[in-house]
Structures are given as C-alpha cells and as structure tokens.
C-alpha cells in the first residue's frame, strides 16, 4: 500500500492501540478475513508460524477488539479465532479496498 492511500490510513487506524500491532497481526488478521474463522493451529500452519506464535498474535488482536477466541465446541483443546462483530464490517471494508487494485 502507497503511504498516502485510504486503505493504509484505515488499517493504521484498526491496529493503533498499545501494544502496537505488527506486520505478523496483519497478515494474520488478513487471513482470518479473508478465509474467515480459523483454529490457533490453522492459523499457524497457514502463516508458517509457531502455535506459541499464532496463539500469543491472535491474543493481541482480541486485546484490541479486532478478533474474538472461543473454545471450539467439538474439541475442546481447540482455538477457534473469529472477526469480532463490533470490527468486522471495518476490517473487511480495509481488505476490499486492499484488494481493489489486484482485481
């Protein structure tokens, strides 16, 4: 993304917050937009991240009200990450625009 595109300033203004959010809470924030709810271990093995990892990024997100974790009801042991519905409509928003230019 240019500097000065509106997609940029959109996201810069859903991962503001403290601790700030890297590239790797992006990309994994991306994923679950994109390809919707993911256990931790999707996630990991998706980004090639450790489960520690994905677990630890997937906690700053809901931190920031960006994603929400449950317990997956069939298994127990599971992660289930999830957009948050109070940001959902504004992270897809930012990934449409992202998009845009590729289509």
Known sequence: LGSGSPA??????????DPPLGRRHVALLA??????????????????LSLPSASKL???LEDHGLVE?????????RTV??????TSKR???W????????E
């Open 8 to 17: 940029r300033g959109e996201l810069l203004q859903l991962v503001s917050g």
């Open 69 to 77: 974790r449950r317990e997956d009801p069939e298994d127990r042991r």
């Open 58 to 60: 997937t906690r700053d």
């Open 31 to 48: 994923q679950i937009g994109t390809d919707g709810e993911r256990s931790v271990g999707e996630l990991a093995r998706e980004l090639d």
């Open 91 to 93: 992270v897809r928003a």
């Open 81 to 86: 990450v999830a957009l948050s519905p109070a």
């Open 95 to 102: 990934l449409d625009r992202r998009s845009a230019p590729l």
